[in-house]
């Protein structure tokens, strides 16, 4: 089995690095593959020994791209680095210490003997999801470099995130002068300090959005502050806030009955339905729907549509929101479902 599979999506268009990349993704799969539970110590070491020559030549080419472009997280992204580091000499120092005398043979004969293996293998999958995480980041900051974020972006509606998409907490962007963006927001302080760093999501009047990383510089009571981040994506309509529900809903058109369709997946920017009328690009309804004992009736507009060879259709539509009121009360909702899902994890 596969760890993950290699992606032209994860590709940097710089050779060396791409190269190096492909290179990490075949050897660690190849390694999942080949070793199974038969690995020895001696072999898990040989080959984190192996890696960690591959890697510092493969960090250092990273640097320079980061130095090159000036990215702004390149302190942050040196400090994960470090704890790639770190993580290779402590699981060599734990894979060592394994005092089971028969994993040292080829084949185990208990499920601790397979310790080295699960330890390393964990290890491998946290450089994958570094590269996929992080360091298509910093590619994507190097290719929008010269994005115009301040004119695409001044006085829209934004969300910040965290890096694994969890809602801190929405508002405006208000301020863009060099380096500093200022987001001001009406209810309460924003759960973030001093050199975090945050996703910031903007849906833009025509119809996309914007998502770029930052660190928080300042917080305040009614806005924060962050240091000009990277724009990691423009893409259409959706945002990053998603929480996966199977909610039932109505759905209202000028001048036909109301038509029950199941929402699938919310956003605090918007939704996504399945139904099976056919809706127009740019289309604007009304959607009922009961979360957390609380009804919402919001007007959305159809952003896109996929999925038209079979009967239900999918949709995913763009909330427009009058004014905050609605916002603020669905994403509180959605904080309270994504709590109870948490819990239940
Ligand atoms: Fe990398
Ligand atoms: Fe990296």
Known sequence: MTIRAWSDEYSSGIEQIDEQHKG???????????????????????????????LEEHFAAEDALMEENDYPLMDVHKAFHNDLRAAILACMDSVKSFRSKSVQRAIPTA??????????????????????????????????RDFNLAGAIYGRTCEILTMDNQLLGYG????????????NYKHGRIPVKFNDVVKVSVIMQNQESCHFVSKVY?????????????????????????????????LKR?????????????????????????MEQ???????????????????????????DTVIRHYGMKFAFDDGSSL???????????????QKL
Request: charged share 30%; net charge negative.
């Open 282 to 308: 740019g289309e604007e309804v009304l959607i009922q729907f009961m979360l957390e004992k609380t009804w919402f009736t919001e007007k959305c507009t159809v952003m896109r549509t996929f999925k038209k």
């Open 111 to 144: 499920v601790s003997d397979r310790e080295p293996y699960r330890q390393v293998l964990e290890l491998l999958t946290g450089w994958l999801d570094h590269i996929v995480r992080d360091d298509t980041i910093i590619f994507h900051y190097c290719e929008h």
């Open 172 to 183: 405006k962007i208000d301020l863009i002068e060099n380096d500093d963006i200022e987001i």
């Open 254 to 278: 000028e001048g036909q009955e109301p038509m029950d369709i199941r929402i699938i997946d919310i956003s605090a920017g918007g939704l996504l339905i399945a139904t099976e009328t056919v």
């Open 24 to 54: 990490l993704f075949q050897r660690i799969n190849a390694f999942e593959e080949e070793n199974d539970d038969t690995l020895t110590m001696k072999g898990a070491v040989d080959f984190l020994d192996g890696m960690m020559g591959l």
């Open 218 to 250: 300042l917080n305040k009571n009614s806005s924060v502050k962050l240091f000009r981040g990277a724009v990691i994506k423009t893409e259409n309509d959706r945002a990053f806030y998603r929480i996966s529900v199977l909610i039932d809903a109505v």
């Open 328 to 342: 603020t009360n669905l994403v509180g909702q959605l904080n309270t479902l994504q709590g109870k899902r948490n």
